[in-house]
């Protein structure tokens, strides 16, 4: 980031078209930290130290993170000696400064680091080049100000005057910087455009007979990346954005947390077997056998699923095996199933669309975990066949499955704890719960498949659920498998797939689960 020199901040008022780039304030996030006469600048984004800081120098900038005083403001009690010390401070430790663009001493946009390693060159950007505000940059309120930010950019803009704002909007749907002049002066337009080109929050269109357009309508990676994949999976980890982030109990003391376990619907239960260890013990092929033959199927055989079946698959996939907690580590309920979950939160709750089952009439109903039962919650047929029917629309219309298995989450048991991140956690959890019930289902003879996509609002409004407090994130088919005839050969690579490294072992432990299957000649 280019700023103007310190002596500029200091020069008698700016003319009324007059342009200054510079050093505006201080992060709010900025802690102080004073010890053996050296000053230490401390921030989620970065560090500074310094010796010989005049404590009145120390005092001001207490003053300006404590009430975010604008440091034009901050520097009025100071000497010119120790105004240029503040102000120097501000130069050397850009990531921990707010920097201003500024239109005849007024404030148009402030930017601000969101990143360690936050760093642009303004660029030259001459009127006549089509501009457009990237497709990849959001607007929000942050702060109390109208913010912009980007996963393609390590800064943060704040919009403060209504001429900038009118700017922005006409960068939307692209425009010359020409076109701006009617909202700005010239210089000012020059300076904005040339530190949002620099930033990555603007395009500038191509026109130089190769490739022409903007970059987010013609780069082959950019192309391929929605908004709001690019937005979350720059959220979901960190690198790039300074919000905090992490199991950092954000509402310890403010909100009760969620309990373990959600409070079990009213309605007609069925009760479900479940099974013995020893015997599961006795009769499950091995672990590397499972994990060989483990296929998507969408094809189902003539007899349906039974309910001994659905008791034992969601027994080894999703029970309660016990409860724990609070403590003053974990200061909420955890609990503890069959797969993995981060800080024990177990956040997911499933569902069952029935279709066909053996000692299940078909509707919709809730698992139980702890009491390991099912519960009715819609027997709505029009509303079952909807359900049905989206997951059937997730397989290509190739499946017909017995039953849906709709995963949701009860989001303000990980939003409790962590910040930034919930939502992704859950989707691992999801995915580890899809392998979950790959694996044992294939141990167990069935049909598996989970799905990419569901309706998050039909299976809300068909379930019953608060789309913010509890809503579907993943969703799981399940049906009878065929048994094997014999002679029956497992599925091999078609023969446009080059084989790598051991495929034989699939079809070696697809071969043993059907001879398991088929039972003795």
């Given at each position: 980031m280019q700023n103007s020199s310190t002596l500029a901040t200091l020069a008698p008022p700016a003319a009324p078209a007059e342009i200054r780039e510079c050093p505006v304030g201080f992060r709010s996030d900025v802690v102080i930290d004073v010890r053996d006469g050296v000053l230490r600048l401390l921030s989620p984004i970065g560090g500074y130290a310094l010796n010989g800081v005049a404590p009145a120098v120390v005092e001001a900038l207490r003053d300006i993170v404590a009430s975010g005083t604008a440091l034009a403001d901050g520097v009025e009690k100071l000497s010119d000696t120790e105004a240029g010390q503040l102000y120097t401070i501000a130069e050397r430790a850009?990531?921990?400064?707010?920097?201003?663009?500024?239109?005849?001493?007024?404030?148009?946009?402030?930017?601000?680091?969101t990143a360690r390693d936050a760093h642009y060159e303004k660029a030259a950007v001459p009127l006549d080049v089509r501009v457009k505000l990237s497709k990849f940059v959001l607007l929000r309120s942050h702060a109390g100000a109208l913010v912009l930010e980007s996963p393609l950019a390590r800064h943060r803009v704040t919009l403060v005057a209504p001429a900038a704002g009118a700017a922005i909007t006409?960068?939307?749907?692209?425009?010359?910087?020409?076109?701006?002049?009617?909202?700005?002066?010239?210089?000012?337009?020059?300076?904005?455009?040339?530190?949002?080109?620099?930033?990555?929050?603007?395009?500038?269109?191509?026109?130089?007979?190769?490739?022409?357009?903007?970059?987010?309508?013609?780069?082959?990676?950019?192309?391929?990346?929605?908004?709001?994949?690019?937005?979350?999976?720059?959220?979901?980890?960190?690198?790039?954005?300074?919000?905090?982030?992490?199991?950092?109990?954000?509402?310890?003391?403010?909100?009760?947390?969620?309990?373990?376990?959600?409070?079990?619907?009213?309605?007609?239960?069925?009760?479900?077997?479940?099974?013995?260890?020893?015997?599961?013990?006795?009769?499950?092929?091995?672990?590397?056998?499972?994990?060989?033959?483990?296929?998507?199927?969408?094809?189902?055989?003539?007899?349906?699923?039974?309910?001994?079946?659905?008791?034992?698959?969601?027994?080894?996939?999703?029970?309660?095996?016990?409860?724990?907690?609070?403590?003053?580590?974990?200061?909420?309920?955890?609990?503890?199933?069959?797969?993995?979950?981060?800080?024990?939160?177990?956040?997911?709750?499933?569902?069952?669309?029935?279709?066909?089952?053996?000692?299940?009439?078909?509707?919709?109903?809730?698992?139980?975990?702890?009491?390991?039962?099912?519960?009715?919650?819609?027997?709505?047929?029009?509303?079952?066949?909807?359900?049905?029917?989206?997951?059937?629309?997730?397989?290509?219309?190739?499946?017909?499955?017995?039953?849906l298995i709709t995963m949701t989450a009860r989001h303000q048991r990980l939003s409790w704890k962590y910040r930034s991140m919930a939502y992704s956690v859950s989707l691992k959890h999801a995915g580890v719960l899809y392998q979950t019930m790959y694996l044992v289902a294939t141990a167990m003879g069935l049909a598996p498949c989970g799905l990419g996509s569901g309706d998050a609002d039909l299976a809300a409004r068909v379930l019953g659920l608060d789309y913010l407090t509890e809503s579907s994130v993943g969703d799981f088919?399940?049906?009878?498998?065929?048994?094997?005839?014999?002679?029956?050969?497992?599925?091999?690579?078609?023969?446009?797939?080059?084989?790598?490294n051991d495929p034989q072992w699939g079809v070696q432990s697809q071969s043993t689960l059907f001879r398991r299957f088929r039972g003795p000649a």
């Open positions: 850009p990531k921990l400064a707010e920097f201003g663009i500024l239109l005849g001493g007024r404030l148009l946009v402030k930017l601000e680091a006409a960068l939307g749907g692209g425009c010359t910087g020409a076109d701006l002049l009617g909202e700005l002066p010239e210089a000012a337009v020059s300076s904005l455009l040339g530190h949002l080109v620099g930033a990555g929050f603007v395009e500038t269109e191509a026109v130089d007979g190769g490739v022409n357009g903007f970059p987010s309508d013609t780069d082959p990676v950019l192309r391929q990346w929605d908004f709001h994949d690019l937005v979350t999976h720059s959220r979901a980890r960190t690198g790039r954005f300074d919000q905090p982030f992490g199991g950092i109990f954000p509402f310890l003391g403010e909100i009760e947390p969620q309990p373990a376990l959600k409070p079990v619907p009213t309605g007609p239960s069925i009760v479900l077997d479940r099974p013995e260890l020893e015997d599961i013990l006795a009769v499950d092929p091995s672990l590397t056998t499972v994990l060989e033959a483990r296929t998507s199927v969408r094809d189902y055989g003539e007899t349906p699923l039974s309910v001994a079946q659905i008791g034992e698959f969601l027994y080894r996939t999703a029970r309660v095996r016990a409860v724990y907690g609070p403590s003053e580590a974990t200061p909420y309920e955890a609990s503890t199933r069959p797969y993995p979950c981060g800080g024990a939160a177990y956040e997911l709750e499933l569902y069952l669309t029935v279709r066909r089952c053996d000692g299940i009439e078909p509707g919709c109903y809730y698992y139980d975990p702890v009491g390991h039962r099912l519960v009715l919650v819609n027997e709505d047929p029009s509303d079952r066949q909807a359900m049905l029917h989206a997951a059937s629309v997730a397989t290509a219309m190739q499946a017909n499955a017995d039953i088919i399940l049906g009878s498998r065929a048994v094997p005839q014999e002679g029956a050969t497992a599925r091999r690579l078609p023969e446009n797939w080059r084989p790598v």
